[in-house]
């Protein structure tokens, strides 16, 4: 079992299926500004499940731990602000909004921790 292509394929469906209902179906019931929230969730949840499949592929080549903690980061950071953008659209509890930045530090971590894992001496 690969669980980093386990976790970009929860991430790549989530984000095609919830993208596609904010294309086709969502302007019946959200407002335009809310729709924008799903849109960027499903956007940046799909580029993450893509960086998964990278993470996926990098983890059978080294042991550099960073590795590991970057597909961590991606995987929790992509389901934190994604996910609360879209429940933040569906009209769910202000206290959401606090998860969204914290879900896109994450992300932020993720690229800056697989950035160090490549400069890394030996690191590939």
């Known amino acids: 079992m690969n669980k980093w292509l386990a976790a970009a394929g929860f991430h790549g469906a989530m ?15 959200l407002p335009p ?13 799909l580029w993450h499940a893509v960086a998964l499949i990278g993470i996926a592929a990098l983890s059978q080549r080294t042991s550099v731990r960073l590795v590991t903690i970057s597909g961590l980061a991606f995987a929790l950071g992509a389901l ?31 690229w800056l921790l697989l950035l160090i894992a490549g400069l890394k001496k030996g690191s590939i």
Do not use: K, N
Not at 15 to 29: F, P
Not at 34 to 41: E, K, L, P, S
Not at 90 to 103: Q, S
């Open 15 to 29: 984000a095609v299926a919830i993208g596609a209902w904010a294309a086709h179906g969502a302007e019946a019931i």
């Open 33 to 45: 500004h809310a729709i924008d929230w799903v849109r960027t969730g499903s956007s940046y949840q």
């Open 80 to 110: 934190l602000f994604s996910g609360s953008l879209y429940l933040l659209a569906a009209d769910g509890p202000r206290i959401l909004v606090y998860l969204t930045p914290i879900g896109g530090s994450l992300l932020i971590l993720g």
